[in-house]
């Protein structure tokens, strides 16, 4: 629901929303389970959302190195890339840890365009294609 008009930058805006439902998920279940800490002081839970905010980015560099890299195969299973760039990072640190790679810090973030935007199956690449949007000025007659 909104009170913006329905026309094209509106979809334009919540398809950037949903990106920001990815970090969300990321901070609950997906990732650092940040609810499960229960914690009712609200400085240790700025002080821990820090540390996590922190980490997030330090996962993203992460990520979207493997990917620029060319090793994101290596992590994630899709043929395009399926995961977002903390998911990747995550992978690569706990593949990391595993074989016990020398983990480089990469000090910051291009910003240049996403090479390979995060496609979780095929259908969701083709149903991408699909979509068409007729913005309406008045209500037909019926």
């Known amino acids: 629901m909104s009170d913006e008009p329905t026309n094209l930058p509106t979809f ?25 800490s229960r914690l009712g002081d609200q400085f240790a839970l700025s002080q821990l959302c820090g540390v996590i905010a922190l980490t997030m980015l330090f996962l993203v560099l992460q990520g979207v190195q493997v990917v620029a890299s060319g090793n994101g195969r290596r992590v994630d299973a899709h043929w395009n890339r399926g995961m977002s760039y903390l998911k990747l990072g995550w992978n690569w640190i706990r593949l990391a840890i595993t074989q016990q790679w020398k983990i480089q810090v990469y000090p910051f973030l291009s910003s240049l365009p996403d090479p390979q935007p995060a496609i979780a199956s095929k259908q969701q690449q083709n149903d991408s294609f699909k979509r068409e949007f007729t913005v309406l000025s008045r209500f037909p007659a019926s």
């Not at 990106?19 to 997906?30: A, I, P, R, T």
Request: glycine content about 4%.
């Open 12 to 36: 334009a805006q919540y398809r950037l929303r949903f990106c920001v439902e990815e970090s969300f998920l990321d901070l609950k279940s997906n990732g650092f389970n940040l609810e499960a």
